[in-house]
């Protein structure tokens, strides 16, 4: 068992009872995570294993869930989860990418010892690590088992951010907010992309004095000139000019819980529309955060974001903004609730939210974005650092 648990003990278990009463609601016996995230929060575990198959099977009628992945990950498992032995199941090499068997086969072997193989089987059917592959070999080695789509139930379950969680949230916003400068101080005319995006991870990974980051889950977007026009552009093999416009999506990255910035840096003086942009959206993201409370839906966010920006020449037509936590690659963002039209979510304290007014024009773009939790009357920024565009 872990020694040093990033969360005490009694934080898992609540965790998997919260999971639990939602297994029940969707009629799930048994419940398949394969979402690193989501292994992540009910077991702790950590490794850069994902490329491989793995995951947890969560019973209704067992206390700790089954850790199962590689066998040279075990002890990963071990130094990381707070899971005894006897649920920790390592997997032989031979079903590490191989066309005649597949890991899926030893987990409903795995199933079968468990006396689970015949139950409601849960699976995430659309997250990034669950393969059709994975499903073809459920569904052909447990066919009295009933597989149900439980897409996205521990993702709800993470929603409600734990007031340890928010620290850790916190301590990224300050890694953030040292990322975001060194990046301003990095671009320079002359400077290769590449160098500036090398000081960004190196700012990435050594966090603050008092803590150390991660990587995060998104590399770092940081397009120039054009390639400012769409969203998520990283850096090319050039030399910043002047007159270039740079946009920065960073974050900070503290036991995976991240905390995402964007803000936008021009080399030189901006021409009037991209000022023009600036303000406006600047602007409309003030009113937002001042918005911002309990009891209003994910639409009327989005809603008042598009009051704010009536009568500017600002246009958007992505979502304006999701809720994000601990994640990894390829993406924060928890896919849950989103701030755009439609969305019915209603906010709660302790919901964390990237608010992300990101717009991208014909010729350039402009980014200003703000990471938040929702509070008891409103919410709080996580980040200290000027909403503004930055000129060189």
């Known amino acids: 068992m872990n020694p040093n648990p990033f969360f005490a003990l009694e934080e898992y278990r609540a965790r998997l009872s919260k999971t639990r009463e939602r297994m029940y609601r969707q009629g799930v016996e ?68 191989s066309n005649l068997r597949h890991p899926m086969d030893f987990v409903s072997d795995l199933l079968r010892e468990l006396g689970a193989d015949k139950r409601r089987l849960g699976v995430e059917t659309d997250n990034y690590y669950f393969s059709a592959q994975c499903h073809k070999s459920l569904a052909a080695n447990l066919p009295q088992a009933d597989i149900l789509d439980a897409n996205l139930l521990v993702n ?15 301590k990224a916003a300050r890694v953030v907010e040292n990322v975001m400068r060194v990046a301003m101080d990095s671009i320079n005319a002359g400077v290769r992309e590449g160098d500036a995006a090398g000081e960004v991870v190196r700012a990435q990974l050594r966090g603050t004095s008092e803590y150390t980051g991660d990587y995060a889950a998104i590399m770092p977007i940081m397009p120039s000139g054009i390639r400012t026009s769409t969203a998520h552009l990283t850096w090319v093999d050039r030399a910043y000019e002047k007159g270039d416009l740079v946009l920065l999506e960073l974050a900070g990255n503290v036991h995976r819980y991240h905390a995402p910035l964007s803000r936008t840096l021009i080399i030189g003086q901006p021409p ?41 020449k600002v246009v958007k037509e992505s979502r304006m903004g999701y809720a994000f936590g601990s ?41 200003c974005s703000e990471p938040i939790v929702v509070t008891e009357t409103g919410c709080e920024c996580l980040v200290d650092y000027p909403r503004e565009l930055a000129i060189k």
């Open 30 to 97: 048994v419940l398949l995570v394969t979402d690193p995230a989501n292994i992540n929060y009910l077991s702790g575990y950590d490794g850069w294993s994902f490329y491989v198959h793995q995951g947890l099977l969560v019973l209704m009628d067992r206390e700790e869930p089954v850790w199962f992945g590689r066998m040279q990950d075990s002890n990963g498992a071990r130094l990381t989860s707070w899971l005894s032995d006897d649920s920790i199941r390592g997997y032989q090499d031979h079903y590490v990418q």
């Open 156 to 170: 709800w379950v993470r929603l409600l951010k734990s007031p340890a969680e928010i620290g850790y949230m916190r």
């Open 272 to 312: 009037a529309e991209l000022a023009d942009v600036a303000k406006a959206v600047i602007d409309g993201l003030n009113q937002v955060l001042g918005f911002i409370k309990p009891g209003v839906t994910g639409e009327e966010v989005e809603a008042r974001w598009r009051k704010a920006i009536s009568g500017t």
């Open 327 to 367: 994640n990894y690659p390829p993406d924060w963002g928890e896919r849950t609730l989103s701030l755009r039209p439609g969305d019915k979510n209603v906010l709660a304290p302790s919901m964390a939210i990237h608010v992300m007014p990101g717009v991208w024009l014909d010729r350039f773009g402009f980014e």
